[in-house]
């Protein structure tokens, strides 16, 4: 079957307010993950071993964390004389402007999009985990006479509601759209991954566009996904693997901790669908005499010297002689000070813990994780968790 010509569009403008500190000074796809790598890196990796190589990142809050990172896209292989990557941020003039939701962006975005006249534009979030081949859901989706083809996966039924939840016939025909439902009527929910026919979907975004008011076309399951369900133009296409939103803290500490088990049930170390980011080389982990390291991901120039079981260690990181740091996520740049407890935590980079404090507690439910926020200094025998812990660090000024 002939290769029709393909646009990934990465939706990375949201403001990623449920993942509190983590996104104060960052954008959403630009937070680290799983010691070495950041959240857009995904979507990214995924088009580049799918051999999809125009990709467009739509930015928008604090887009200099994310710009820094994406560079010139060589590590993905898009850094091309045709093609490759382009960044989009809002802009002033005819369809410019603020971009309130996902739908708005591409609306906002059309006349570009046209005139590049893509056949399938391949449209993705960028806060979640997981390993996936566009390319092959692109050719299901040509099988079909469907304008749109959604990825869809189970959750569990109580969380269901923070996500779109689909309703399909027997041959994958999408019956209903409902949007972060109250009450949901089951755990298949879309991934936000999309296949679309370029055309169509940009006439419709058009139509819907010129409906709007000044708050703009919002999300794609507003009104877009909706009405495609409704009129039959929708498809699902299920994915059986590993797929975690790590849009909240809880979902974010539990990613790592599925990182943890024996075997994990997402390798980031695959040779055949390898995971690419932009980083510097460090060198190794160092583990001194009477350090103790179980269940864990140590990264690249840390040190350890105390105790570390079941949890993730970005680079550079520090454990002290005498510290423990269990069940938890450490970012680049921590250093926990000797005597100290880190538990059930996520601490931001640059974070100091000093002697003997302890932050969070053993034990409660994901939305009990404590995240401290990014360069605090923790004092000595301070004990500290919950919101308490995301206060900013403090200036000398």
Known sequence: MPRTKTLVIVLAGGAGGRLRGLTQG???PAVPFGGTHRLVDFPLSNAHNSGLTDVWVVQQHNPMSLSDHLANGRPWDLDRTQ????LLHPRLGEGGGWHTGTADSLWRNAGLIREFAPDHLVVLSADAVYLMDYAAIVD???DTDADITIVTTEVDLDDAGRYGVVQADDDGRITDYAHKPDEPVGNVVATEVFVMNSAPILDLLEELGRDADE???GDLGDDLLPRLADEGRARASRFDRYWRDVGTVGAYWEAHM??????PPIDLDDAAWPLFTRGGRRPAARLLRGADVRDAMVAAAATVGGTVEH????????VEEGAVVRD??????VRVRRGATVQRAV???QVEVGADAVIGKPDGDPDDVTLVGRGRRVPPGERLWGDEAEQPAERDD
Request: net charge negative; aromatic share 0%; hydrophobic share 45%.
């Open 347 to 349: 601490v931001d980079e």
């Open 140 to 142: 299901e989706h040509r």
């Open 83 to 86: 093609g490759g990557l382009m």
């Open 258 to 263: 599925d990182l943890l088990k024996n075997p």
């Open 311 to 318: 949890a993730v260690l970005g680079t550079g990181v520090v």
């Open 215 to 217: 708050e703009g076309l």
């Open 328 to 333: 938890a996520v450490l970012l680049d740049g």
């Open 26 to 28: 960052r954008a959403k």
